[in-house]
T-cell receptor
Framework: AQKVTQAQTEISVVEKEDVTLDCVYETRDTTYYLFWYKQPPSGELVFLIRRNSFDEQNEISGRYSWNFQKSTSSFNFTITASQVVDSAVYFCALSEAAAGNKLTFGGGTRVLVKP | EPEVTQTPSHQVTQMGQEVILRCVPISNHLYFYWYRQILGQKVEFLVSFYNNEISEKSEIFDDQFSVERPDGSNFTLKIRSTKLEDSAMYFC?????????????FGSGTRLTVV
């Protein structure tokens, strides 16, 4: 069974600080996909990134970066030089190839960026 | 960019009443989904739908729930007799194919309040 754990429930930072969100997953499938979604106060789910289990290359996209480590089953997400607009709940999610497109979400981490 | 459209954005209903949540998926997408998020909690899978039938459903999706694609564009979630605990944000999503690497588009959600 697939499971996603986000141990941090809330992180509070001052603007321009870096924020790293932890995500640990469990799966028995060898082919799986990992996601990060952002949920701003308005409530919608905003897709940020998708990675498959065969692609451990870490990436930087603007102020966002991701660190995928299969050895520790972690898929961490970093916001560099945080801004007030980054304040949101961030969800990590997992989908197993055998389970089709069903997503299992973590509990979310609320990020509060103070000016 | 194509969008998944959900209506209404907010619905208030009395306990025991039937409610229908509506979604218009992206036109060339073939797979449709409903997810639920109780306030302050994680997003949970309810059901997936393909070729006019349910392909998978979670334990949450009991006999009170049903889904339908009544015409070529709408995808609906019906709750037969609402309970207080059905109060949540309901997200519709669609994808082009079953495999997760084809991605997933969420609607902006319907907030259901049962009083």
């Amino acid at each position: 069974a697939q499971k996603v754990t986000q141990a941090q429930t809330e992180i509070s930072v001052v603007e321009k600080e870096d924020v790293t969100l932890d995500c640990v997953y469990e799966t028995r499938d060898t082919t799986y996909y990992l996601f990060w979604y952002k949920q701003p106060p308005s409530g919608e789910l905003v897709f940020l990134i998708r990675r498959n289990s065969f692609d451990e290359q870490n990436e930087i996209s603007g102020r966002y970066s991701w660190n995928f480590q299969k050895s520790t089953s972690s898929f961490n997400f970093t916001i560099t030089a945080s801004q007030v607009v980054d304040s949101a709940v961030y969800f990590c999610a997992l989908s197993e190839a055998a389970a089709g497109n069903k997503l299992t979400f973590g509990g979310g981490t609320r990020v509060l960026v103070k000016p | 960019e194509p969008e998944v459209t959900q209506t209404p954005s907010h619905q208030v209903t009395q306990m025991g009443q039937e409610v229908i949540l509506r979604c218009v998926p992206i036109s060339n997408h073939l797979y449709f989904y409903w997810y639920r998020q109780i306030l302050g909690q994680k997003v949970e899978f309810l059901v997936s739908f393909y070729n006019n039938e349910i392909s998978e459903k979670s334990e949450i999706f009991d006999d009170q729930f049903s889904v339908e694609r009544p015409d070529g564009s709408n995808f609906t979630l019906k709750i037969r007799s609402t309970k207080l605990e059905d109060s949540a944000m309901y997200f519709c999503a669609s994808s082009e194919a079953r495999q997760t690497n084809y991605g997933y588009t969420f609607g902006s959600g319907t907030r259901l309040t049962v009083v």
